[in-house]
């Protein structure tokens, strides 16, 4: 694996560590709790019983700190299922208890924020002399310098592709497939930084995986890759390719499928060892010179 993150915190230490950033995680997702949510989330307040209860934890959950190209990426892994998708109901839809739907693996939450920075520069303020907190949150509070963001994950075969279909073990797998979900979504987040504007789906995807690969088994593996995806140069077999089309493609999902799979071929041919070893770049190369404009 390539060596791109520190191990922060693991076990229950890494939602404690959260919920200190994001106090709306001590609010149990329940009808009638949004007001709750509201003060935790908008102004920094817990409820007055602030546990994390409603979580069942593991000793595999893990906060990470991604080290890319444009700065770290907090990245957050839920071992149950159930618990990554309390998080969710929590952070992405304000403590409601909605289902969230099976096919949800990841997340990526913007803009959150993030009183520990308030804290900290509320800390700094006071310490240099500052006599007007209020006019230096608003100040601060219009650059965002208070906002975060953090990639969920959970546990699960990446892409739904059973072990038996890789060369791993069922454990080796579930690892593996840890570890390219987490840097595949650190991919999108990379070029959401470096280039907000560059947006093409199907291309976006092929180059996450490429970096999901790459960190989680120092090698770029054709078959997994247009496994994956469900491509082939006959045409299409049943993969993630039909998930980023629209009507219209749908329609031509053979011949799409055949121009996905002759890009990851070409992929393969320009991945060597300097590519290997600093996969991010890779992913931003990739980006700036694309093969496919899908």
Not at 143 to 152: D, H, N, Y
Not at 169 to 194: F, K, M, N, P, Y
Not at 267 to 290: N, T
Request: glycine content about 6%.
């Amino acid at each position: 694996m390539v060596e791109s993150e520190t191990v922060a915190v693991k076990g229950a230490k890494a939602l404690q560590a959260l919920a200190q950033r994001f106090p709306q995680l001590y609010v149990a997702p329940a009808e009638g709790a949004q007001d709750a949510h509201r003060l935790a989330s908008g102004r920094g307040v817990a409820p007055e019983q602030a546990t994390l209860d409603h979580f069942v934890g593991s000793p595999d959950d893990e906060l990470r700190s991604v080290e890319t190209p444009p700065g770290p990426i907090d990245v957050l892994f839920l071992k149950h299922r159930a618990d990554f998708e309390t998080f969710l109901q929590i952070i992405g839809h304000k403590a409601a208890p909605v289902p969230i739907a099976p096919t949800v693996g990841a997340i990526t939450y913007r803009g959150l924020a993030d009183w520990s920075k308030v804290a900290a520069s509320h800390k700094s303020y006071v310490e240099s002399g500052g006599a007007d907190w209020a006019s230096e949150f608003s100040r601060l509070a219009q650059t965002g310098a208070f906002r975060s963001e953090i990639v969920v994950i959970s546990e699960g075969p990446y892409s739904n592709v059973a072990a038996d279909e890789t060369s791993y073990t069922e454990d080796q797998w579930i690892h593996i497939s840890r570890e390219i979900r987490l840097h595949h979504e650190c991919a999108h987040v990379v070029c959401r930084r470096e280039l907000p504007d560059d947006i093409l789906p199907i291309w976006d995807e092929i180059t996450a995986d490429v970096v999901g690969l790459l960190c989680a088994t120092a090698d770029y593996d054709i078959h997994l890759a247009t496994r994956f995806l469900g491509v082939s140069d006959p045409g299409y077999v049943g993969g993630r390719l039909a998930e980023y089309l629209d009507e219209e493609q749908t329609t031509r999902i053979d011949e799409i499928s055949r121009e996905v799979y002759a890009a990851c071929m070409q992929v393969d041919e320009l991945c060597g060892d300097a590519e290997k070893s600093q996969p991010f770049e890779f992913l931003l190369d990739l980006k700036r010179k694309p093969i496919i404009r899908y």
